[in-house]
Antibody
Framework: QVYLQESGPRLVKPSETLSLTCTVS????????WTWIRQPAGKGLEWVGR???????NFNPSLEGRVAMSIDTSRNQFSLQLTSLTAADTAVYFC????????????????WGQGIPVTVSS | DIQMTQSPSSVSASVGDRVTITCRAS??????LAWYQQKPGEAPKLLIY???TLRSGVPSRFSGSGSGADFTLTINSLQPEDFATYFC?????????FGQGTKLEIK
């Protein structure tokens, strides 16, 4: 069973850039898609984007232009950068693995990291 | 984007009861649907994918059904650890999207 752990700042100022890292417990980062999902307090889940081992990415159009992701397979880590932060970006940010079955990958997420709460406030 | 609508938003039940939660997609998604369980302060956990396939390790009292636009999650013989919030999520169309959640509370 692979484990994921988010790390990064928990308080960031408006207009600044959020940078989060997800550390994967094993070498499977070389072979799969990895994703970020966020959840404002007491609300639902919003898919942010995904990054493949090759470095290719896809983002939620609602965040297009503000989001970037990268991957460092040598460190078993992938990262999220979100720019021009506002209070609306305050949320718990989860990293997760995209589920692959028989060589095909689907946007189902398993497992998830424990999540990191991020507050955007001055 | 595909909108996912769950009902009810909350439900009260007792240990031993059977509960059904529904999820409707704004357009057909074949069987590209998953269900997650989330407890307070924890990350969601995958229960079911492909509408009806139980993730390894998930108790058999959980089951999923449906295809197209209408889906159900059924929990038979509720256990104390099942009281949580449940989310559906579609994986057919980009971007992936979630329902708003159904909170299952103890009666």
């Amino acid at each position: 069973q692979v484990y994921l752990q988010e790390s990064g700042p928990r308080l960031v100022k408006p207009s600044e850039t959020l940078s989060l890292t997800c550390t994967v417990s094993d070498g499977s980062i070389n072979s799969f898609y990895w994703t970020w999902i966020r959840q404002p307090a007491g609300k639902g889940l919003e898919w942010v984007g995904r990054v493949f081992a090759s470095g290719s990415t896809n983002f939620n159009p609602s965040l297009e232009g503000r989001v970037a992701m990268s991957i460092d397979t040598s460190r078993n880590q992938f990262s999220l950068q979100l720019t021009s932060l506002t209070a609306a970006d305050t949320a718990v940010y989860f990293c997760a693995k995209v589920k692959c079955i028989g060589g095909s990958c689907y946007d189902w997420f398993d497992p998830w990291g424990q999540g990191i709460p991020v507050t955007v406030s001055s | 984007d595909i909108q996912m609508t769950q009902s009810p938003s909350s439900v009260s039940a007792s240990v031993g009861d059977r509960v059904t939660i529904t999820c409707r997609a704004s357009q057909g998604i074949n069987k590209f649907l998953a269900w997650y369980q989330q407890k307070p302060g924890e990350a969601p956990k995958l229960l079911i994918y492909a509408a009806s396939t139980l993730r390894s390790g998930v108790p058999s009292r959980f089951s999923g059904s449906g295809s197209g636009a209408d889906f159900t999650l059924t929990i038979n013989s509720l256990q104390p650890e099942d009281f949580a919030t449940y989310f559906c999520q579609q994986a057919k169309s980009f971007p992936p999207s979630f329902g708003q959640g159904t909170k299952l509370e103890i009666k």
